[in-house]
């Protein structure tokens, strides 16, 4: 079925940059996101790219796609403790793209 | 807008008890989702219903029921609790796939 990958645990120093890596399975989707989670709360979304592009751009904000390799990335530009939070990588599947399939996260931690 | 509404936001149970985890929209969206949360899997699917009167089953139905009578209901109904069932359940709506899913804030639920 399909699967989406990422790496656990990332930690970066303030102000340098992060960049989250993420791998899928299903070479239909056709939109992909990126997710924050706070602790206590729900997911909001951060962004998404369309499959039919390689590059966004929102702010702080850098999703790099590469749909041969299944390789999603999200840098974030100048990283603050407020980023600190975990990170899901999420694709749209089924007939209509109804239904999304996450990665298990990744916790950005923030250092000083 | 209130967005998403779950209630309630913990509760602890003894195995065999049935509940309902209540969700509620005020945004008008017919498709309407129930996640489970647990650490290291990020989230997986339990059921969906993309409009009233219409539901279906996610990558983890067994042991929950859902019905979808109204556009902005979308209980879910645990039959008999198992320890097993002790996560942190998530309730999402959305419009269109382009805007991603609007998420509630959560009900911790505690299997003893």
């Known amino acids: 079925g399909e699967d989406v990958e990422q790496s656990l645990f990332l930690s970066v120093r303030e102000g340098d940059s992060s960049v989250i890596n993420c791998t899928y399975t299903?070479?239909?989707?056709?939109?992909l996101y990126w997710y924050k989670q706070e602790p206590g709360a729900g997911l909001q979304l951060l962004t998404y790219?369309?499959?039919?592009?390689d590059m966004k751009q929102d702010q702080r904000l850098t999703v790099l796609l590469n749909k041969k390799d299944k390789h999603l990335s999200l840098r974030i530009a100048d990283t603050q403790t407020g980023d600190s939070a975990i990170y899901f990588c999420?694709?749209?599947?089924?007939?209509?793209?109804?239904?999304?399939?996450f990665g298990p996260g990744t916790r950005l931690s923030v250092l000083p | 807008n209130a967005g998403v509404t779950q209630t309630p936001k913990f509760q602890v149970l003894k195995t065999g008890q049935s509940m309902t985890l209540q969700c509620a929209q005020d945004?008008?969206?017919?498709?309407m989702s129930w996640y489970r949360q647990d650490p290291g899997m990020g989230l997986r699917l339990i059921h969906y219903?993309?409009?009233?009167?219409?539901?279906d089953q996610g990558e983890v139905p067994n042991g929950y029921n859902v019905s979808r009578s109204t556009t902005e209901d979308f209980p879910l109904r645990l039959l008999s609790a198992a320890p097993s069932q002790t996560s942190v359940y998530f309730c999402a709506s959305s419009y269109h796939r382009d805007e991603g899913l609007h998420f509630g804030d959560g009900t911790r639920l505690s299997i003893l």
């Open positions: 219903s993309v409009g009233a009167g219409i539901t």
């Open positions: 299903d070479s239909s989707s056709t939109y």
């Open positions: 790219i369309f499959s039919n592009m």
């Open positions: 945004m008008n969206h017919e498709y």
């Open positions: 999420a694709e749209s599947i089924g007939d209509y793209g109804q239904n999304f399939v």
